[in-house]
């Protein structure tokens, strides 16, 4: 069973344009969980998704991200007209979801895109 | 919004023992307390979590208080490989739907 697949690893782009994050949960797993980690800072939430649900994007910046997690295929971190301030380290996490797991869910987390805007 | 306080950096000698402190104070019945740690250049990774009673697995132990208003992870013998930023958070067992919110956690160095 593989684990959280996020790809690229880097991506590099330049001011203004677009960046597309993609996340693979866990196979079974419908819940995913975006976070943005900037350089010597801790994980900051930015969005929760079940499959094609949004359930929570307080962390979500209002302008330029958005996300999304379809039925099929991955789970989508979109940046439009990036600026150098989202030059972070963009991790995913995923969940099984549903209430099989009352104690709480481990998360499980994949290696992260690092972003540089140039 | 992180609901625990953890010091933001610890230190500690290899092939020692670890106390990491957690306080939560204000945790209600059906929290969970879970421990994870990052690696650096890497993602997130679970350690342990835990509701009342005391736990252990095969990479730490978890100690919690009586209270249940703070909690300690115990690394038995540190390893250089467990220089990283460990973070105590709470999972509310009510719900499928919370988002989990991370504090800044504590930076652990090993020295040789």
């Known amino acids: 069973n593989a684990g959280v697949m996020q790809n690229p690893r880097h991506l590099v782009r330049r001011r203004g344009q677009e960046a597309r994050l993609r996340c693979s949960p866990m196979?079974?797993?419908?819940?995913v969980y975006w976070y943005r980690q900037l350089p010597e800072e801790g994980l900051k939430f930015m969005v929760y998704l079940q499959k094609e649900n949004i359930i929570d994007e307080s962390g979500m910046p209002k302008e330029r991200f958005s996300a999304e997690f379809p039925k099929e295929g991955p789970s989508i971190l979109r940046i439009q007209q990036v600026v150098r301030g989202d030059s972070a380290a963009y991790f995913c996490a995923s969940s099984p979801g549903g209430r099989h797991n009352p104690w709480g869910e481990k998360l499980f987390f994949g290696s992260g895109t690092q972003l540089s805007v140039l | 919004d992180a609901k625990t306080t953890q010091p933001n950096s610890m230190e500690s000698n290899e092939e020692e023992p670890v106390h990491l402190p957690c306080n939560h104070s204000t945790i209600s019945g059906t929290d969970y307390i879970h421990w994870y740690r990052q690696l650096p250049s890497q993602g997130p990774e679970y350690v342990i979590h835990g509701l009342t009673s005391n736990v252990n697995n095969r990479m730490a132990s978890l100690a919690i208080a009586e209270d249940r208003k703070s909690s300690t992870l115990i690394l038995h013998r540190a390893t250089l490989r467990d220089a990283a930023v460990y973070y105590c958070i709470l999972r509310d067992g009510l719900t499928s739907y919370d988002k989990v919110i991370f504090g800044p956690g504590t930076s652990l160095s090993v020295i040789p």
């Open positions: 196979k079974g797993h419908s819940h």
